[in-house]
């Protein structure tokens, strides 16, 4: 009795794929096209470029600029006249690259005749050794543009 049952089901099933006009081979042809579908690999579609951030875009916070500085500490300091490994930072926005008399500056530093502004120090610091090729810095660079932001708001507030 029981396949009996079954068949009138699939026998039931038949008439109304056959009302809607698909066979049983084409409603199984579709459902494999469809698994082969979602399983098949999704090309992405691709990355739209990150947009670059400039400082101008940002407003720095000296509080949290104090708190990244502390990766500066490894290397240089805030008082006038002190250099560490690095140079002084004292002053250092609209200071002249290399100008610290008796601080031994790569040529690249020495040489650059760039001056310390906050738009170039805020792309230097993002990757030092691109942005200048040759200097000593061995710093990889502060990627996040929000800390390097805070960062030179606090050393602007440095040698006021």
């Known amino acids: ?22 066979s049983p081979a084409s409603q199984n042809a579709a459902a494999e096209e469809e698994t ?8 992405e579609e691709p990355a739209e470029p990150v947009a670059e951030v400039a400082f ?6 000296a509080a949290a600029g104090e708190t990244v500085f502390v990766q500066c500490k490894t290397c240089h300091l805030l008082e006038e006249g002190k250099n560490g490994v690095g140079p002084s930072l004292y002053n250092v926005i609209g200071r002249a690259a290399g100008s610290i ?11 650059s005749g760039i ?24 710093y990889p660079g502060l990627k996040d543009a929000q800390d390097r932001a805070d960062l030179i708001a606090y050393l602007q507030t440095n040698g006021e």
């Open 1 to 22: 009795m029981r396949k009996i049952i079954l068949s009138t089901v699939a026998l039931t099933s038949l008439v109304a794929l056959s009302a809607c006009g698909e």
């Open 36 to 43: 082969a579908a979602a399983e098949a690999p999704v090309a």
């Open 56 to 61: 101008a875009d940002l407003t720095g916070d």
């Open 101 to 111: 008399e008796g601080f031994n500056y790569s040529d690249a530093n020495a040489g």
């Open 115 to 138: 001056t310390w502004t906050p738009e170039i120090m805020f792309e230097y610091l993002e990757a030092p050794r691109e942005y200048l090729p040759g200097t000593r810095m061995a």
